[in-house]
């Protein structure tokens, strides 16, 4: 049976990771990987956590940054109360290698991400979390709670959400 890793940044890799291996299906999340992930970390722009298998291929990554979305865009339930622009963590990226299908690496990367999602809210405020999902994704998301926003595509899950989820 294979292990995982825990999810660990990017940056945190003595020897890079081989990442033109990863091959999720989805060749724009592929080449996001090996071209920008490195280049969005020493920006800045954004942060990389890789999962790797117990052979040390890339199982599986996600991305986090901070964003907004503007109250006229977000639910009822995300607006009250809140600025023009509502504080929140994206979830940029999120895939796992076709080779792991099945194995609950998703769900798995999923709680990480909003385990660490959490974990900026409280350093610097966010009031949920968004993803810009394919529609080949929208189930996935729908069913670890994501609603939609106004905004095409676009979903959301409130921080208080994830909380109440992750301390359950």
Known sequence: MTRFSRARPLADFDEPPELSAFDSGLPTVDAWLTEHAAEAEERGSARTFIVTADDGSVAGFSCLSMTSI?????????????????????????????RYTGMGLGA??????????????RSVGAAAILVDADAGA????????FRPTRVEGQLYVTMADVEATLNA
């Open 138 to 145: 929208v189930a996935f998301y729908t069913a670890v709670g």
């Open 70 to 98: 503007a109250r006229a865009d977000g639910p009822k339930r995300l607006r009250a109360n809140m600025p023009r622009q509502i504080p929140a963590v994206l979830i940029g990226r999120l895939a796992r290698d076709a």
């Open 108 to 121: 798995s990367l999923m709680r990480d991400a909003m385990v660490r999602a959490v974990a900026a809210a």
